[in-house]
């Protein structure tokens, strides 16, 4: 069975930073794609970053130069590390499983990151 | 980046109505379009990939349609569990975009 467990979010300072992890079994991450979503209080979803089967990533403009992607094989997680966080971060942050053509598929349950002062 | 608009945001029906969403990208997105389902407090729930593919167990009264940049999510006789708010998703390119969503009430 698939399952993603994120953890690590909490409530941080502007500026702050925190590093987002999630837990995976019933695949290997290191050959898939993995997201990262988040989603705001009252708003819909929001593509945050992936990273390939090959190691790459990508992020939203929103994130890029604050947000760093990363995973360990030997553990089968994902990382998160988000730097120089802002008020408009504060979200639930989802990590989930792209499957090939289908998209999105799998999604965890999410951790919650409040980003005030 | 593409935007992706979904009508109405808000939609009131009854048990048993036949209902309707909408989503529209601002380019042709092939059929990479998911659908999902969202209840407060849950993680979206995958429901339909490439505009028209039923993800297995969910309810064969779910159905989707389109290409292009026009799509539906049609619901063919409400039940009580399918109040929810509906999303769209574009998986064609990178950023991945999302419509707004719309809130399916109890009329």
């Known amino acids: 069975e698939v399952q993603l467990v994120e953890s690590g979010g909490g409530l941080i300072q502007p500026g702050g930073s925190l590093r987002l992890s999630c837990a995976a079994s019933?695949?290997?991450?290191?050959?898939?794609?993995i997201n990262w979503v988040r989603q705001a209080p009252g708003k819909g979803p929001e593509w945050v970053s992936v990273?390939?089967?090959?190691?790459?990533?990508k992020y939203a403009d929103s994130v890029k130069g604050r947000f760093t992607i990363s995973r360990d094989s030997s553990k089968n997680m994902v990382y998160l590390q988000m730097n120089s966080l802002r008020a408009e971060d504060t979200a639930m942050y989802y990590c989930?499983?792209?499957?090939?053509?289908?998209?999105?598929?799998?999604w965890g349950q999410g951790t919650l990151v409040a980003v005030s002062s | 980046d593409i935007q992706m608009t979904q009508s109405p945001s808000t939609l009131s029906a009854s048990v048993g109505d036949r209902v309707t969403i909408t989503c529209r990208a601002s380019?042709?997105?092939?059929?990479?379009l998911a659908w999902y389902q969202q209840k407060p407090g849950k993680a979206p729930k995958f429901l339909i990939y490439?505009?028209?593919a039923l993800e297995t167990s969910v309810p064969l009264r779910f159905s989707g349609s389109g290409s292009g940049t026009e799509f539906t999510l049609t619901i063919s006789s409400l039940q009580p569990d399918d109040f929810a708010t509906y999303y769209c998703q574009q998986y064609n390119s990178y950023p991945y975009t999302f419509g707004q969503g719309t809130k399916l009430e109890i009329k």
């Open positions: 990273i390939y089967s090959d190691g790459s990533s």
């Open positions: 490439k505009a028209s």
């Open positions: 019933g695949f290997i991450v290191s050959s898939n794609y």
């Open positions: 989930a499983r792209q499957v090939a053509a289908a998209g999105i598929m799998y």
């Open positions: 380019q042709s997105i092939s059929n990479w």
